[in-house]
Every structure is written in structure tokens, then in C-alpha cells.
């Protein structure tokens, strides 16, 4: 359908910070952009508008929402918490050599992206590589409902790896939990997901400081 594809396209170019918090979303700019009437454009819109990623003001005009803080919090709990029973669950079934591989895969390729410095292809992997977990313990489209509805969320990791620190810490904290794995440390593995979810809480005012214009 016409709508997906303008939805599913708007979508990525938000969460990839493409299109910045706070960007106008006219129809004059994006009907000629998608080659479509209107009405598709208003739906995905409207779509996006449930999943808190566009504002629409009656009246004003439509842009992309700005990053809120509050929603951001609830979405990293419900990961946080989501993930550690992933954790434990994958742990009763027994961690296998094939996930571990997987890992070290994933870990091969986000140093790419490191290098490169291409935070939407390392994102996409760092997501990828955490939903090995929940395949482990054939809960995936748990995961895929997560992420499906974690908009804030991913736009201030989206931001929080614009710092090579943090780009570079966040390889090593999996690096960690890897090593954790090839151990069969059920309890390492958990605390050091507690950690590398949580370092949000510690961060967050460091970006808000060089990025007051995205946040709400």
C-alpha cells in the first residue's frame, strides 16, 4: 500500500535522525517526494503520530516530535526488564555455540561501523545482536514488539553514539556480556545488562547539552 510505503520510509529517516527532531513535515514537500495525493501522506502521518515520532497541530503544521525524556525512561524499563527474562530464559534452555558465534559476528561488524562511524548501520546491528536473546529462548517477536514501539528510545541512542566515548564503550560493554556467555555466568550476564541498559540514566544530560534542540 501506498501508505506503508510512505510510513515505513518517514519511519526510518526518523529514527535514523535523517530528519532531526523539530523538522517541519509539510505535504507540499512531501507529496512531490513520494509522488502520491495526499491522503497516503496523511495516514502515515497519523500513524506515526500514535508511536509519539510526529507532532500534528491542527492548524500550525506537522513535524517530527522532539525526544521525550519521560517516554524514554518507561521504553529503556520495559527493555530493561524484558531483556533480563530473555536472559534468564535463554540460560534454562543453555547457551549455544551457535549464539555465541552469532555474537562474535555482530561484534566483528559493529567495529566497522565504529570505524566508519556509521551509527544507523551500528544501531541496526547492536539491535539485531540483543534479539539474539530472545530467539534463544523463542520469544522474538517480543522483541520485535519492543523495538516496534521504542521510538524515543532508539533516537537518544541514535544520538548518544554522535560521541566516540560512548560509541566505543558501548563495543566494549558487548564484548563484556560476550565474555560473560562463552563463561555460562548467568548472573554476570544479567548484572552486566543491567549495566549497559541503565548507563543511559548517567548520560542523558551530556547529550541534552550539546543537543538542547532535539529534546523536548
Known amino acids: 500500500m501506498l501508505t ?5 520510509d518517514l519511519r526510518q529517516k526518523i529514527l535514523s535522525l535523517t530528519l532531526k527532531p523539530g523538522t517541519e513535515l ?17 495516514d ?23 525526544i521525550d525524556m519521560a517516554k524514554v525512561r518507561d521504553e529503556r524499563f520495559t527493555r530493561l526488564y524484558l531483556e533480563l527474562g530473555a536472559v534468564e ?8 555455540n551457535q549464539l555465541i558465534m552469532q555474537w562474535e559476528d555482530s561484534l566483528n561488524k559493529q567495529n566497522l561501523a565504529f570505524a566508519a562511524r556509521d551509527t544507523a548501520a551500528f544501531l541496526d ?3 539485531r545482536m540483543h534479539r539474539l536473546l530472545f530467539e534463544a529462548c523463542d520469544h ?20 548518544s553514539y554522535l560521541f566516540d566515548e560512548i560509541f566505543s564503550n558501548a563495543i566494549e560493554q558487548h564484548t563484556e556480556i560476550l565474555n560473560a556467555l562463552k563463561t ?22 551530556s547529550y541534552q547539552k550539546v543537543y538542547p534542540q532535539y529534546f523536548k
Open 4 to 8: 506503508d510505503m510512505v510510513y515505513n
Open 140 to 159: 522474538q517477536l517480543v522483541f520485535d514488539s519492543m523495538l516496534s514501539t521504542s521510538g524515543n528510545y532508539h533516537r537518544v541512542r541514535m544520538v
Open 44 to 66: 502515515a502521518l497519523k500513524r506515526l503520530q500514535t508511536e509519539g515520532l510526529v507532532d500534528i497541530r491542527p492548524q500550525s503544521g506537522t513535524s517530527v516530535s522532539l
Open 125 to 127: 546491528l547492536d539491535n
Open 89 to 96: 530464559k535463554a540460560f534454562e534452555r543453555g547457551i549455544s
Open 26 to 42: 509539510s505535504f507540499t514537500n512531501l507529496k512531490p517526494l513520494y509522488n502520491v495525493s495526499i491522503s497516503p501522506i496523511r
Open 184 to 205: 555460562g555466568s548467568r548472573d554476570a550476564v544479567l548484572a552486566l545488562e543491567r549495566k549497559h541498559i541503565s548507563k543511559m540514566d548517567t548520560e542523558t544530560s
